[in-house]
């Protein structure tokens, strides 16, 4: 499976500002997707991070607050804008694997907490 | 409405003490589903795929079945590192890549 690492890997932030938080992947893949994890909440799919077009945004997350870019097949970034306490969560990217056709794969998370 | 559910939320388990987590689910079509280990503060980590009721995967102590409703994780004498959060999901069938997550079964294996 592709190796996926997210940069940072934890940040405090002030409400009010915006985080980038960086996917790499090393290999080509298709389909890469941003969920969030919420404080002892399970995953929910924010949205799908499509290669040169916009991303698809899940019921509840729009594209103000969670702004996507997909330059190539191996990165992508997901941008919390002015972010609030309720925005502290886990955010994790995941893409496809090459062994099953909806298998995903995680990175390893950034842990956000906003003050 | 494609909905998981994964009981108990939690278990304590003594070490060499087997036993099951249950991922039960209700989706139109089933696409797979997916079993995965979460520690804390770290992305999911992928186990399993189960495509079709009857069968069955193994990895070291786990051991994974599905049914045409259920999904069971079996844990074969744990050991402490199996310590970790394992959650199940399935592709929905609204939205073309996402997973619907179930809420977890957090596992405690004391020495």
């Known amino acids: 499976s592709a190796v996926i690492s997210q940069k940072p890997s934890r940040d405090i932030c002030q409400r009010g500002t915006s985080l980038t938080i960086q996917c790499q992947v090393d290999?080509?893949?298709?389909?890469m997707f941003w969920y969030r994890q919420q404080p002892g909440q399970s995953l929910t799919l924010i949205a799908t991070?499509?290669?040169?077009?916009?991303?698809?945004?899940e019921s509840g997350f729009v594209i103000d607050k969670f702004p996507i870019s997909r330059p190539n097949l191996t990165f992508s970034t997901l941008t919390v804008s002015n972010m609030s306490p309720e925005d502290s969560s886990i955010y994790l990217c995941?893409?496809?694997?090459?062994?099953?056709?909806?298998?995903?794969?995680f990175g390893p998370g950034t842990r956000l907490t906003v003050t | 409405e494609d909905q998981v559910t994964q009981s108990p939320e939690a278990l304590r388990l003594q070490e060499g003490e087997s036993s099951s987590l249950n991922c039960s689910y209700t989706?139109?079509?089933?696409?797979?589903l997916f079993w995965y280990r979460q520690d804390p503060g770290k992305g999911p980590e992928f186990l399993f795929t189960?495509?079709?009721a009857g069968e069955e995967k193994e990895k070291e102590r786990l051991k994974a079945t599905l049914t045409k409703k259920e999904s069971f994780l079996h844990i074969t004498a744990p050991k402490p590192e199996d310590s970790a959060t394992y959650l199940c999901?399935?592709?929905?069938?609204?939205?073309?890549?996402?997973?619907?997550f179930g809420a977890g079964t957090q596992v405690v294996v004391t020495p």
């Open positions: 991070a499509n290669q040169g077009s916009e991303a698809t945004y």
């Open positions: 189960l495509y079709s």
């Open positions: 290999s080509q893949v298709t389909m």
């Open positions: 995941s893409v496809t694997g090459t062994g099953g056709l909806y298998e995903q794969y």
């Open positions: 999901a399935v592709p929905t069938t609204d939205s073309w890549g996402k997973l619907q």
């Open positions: 989706v139109s079509g089933l696409r797979g």
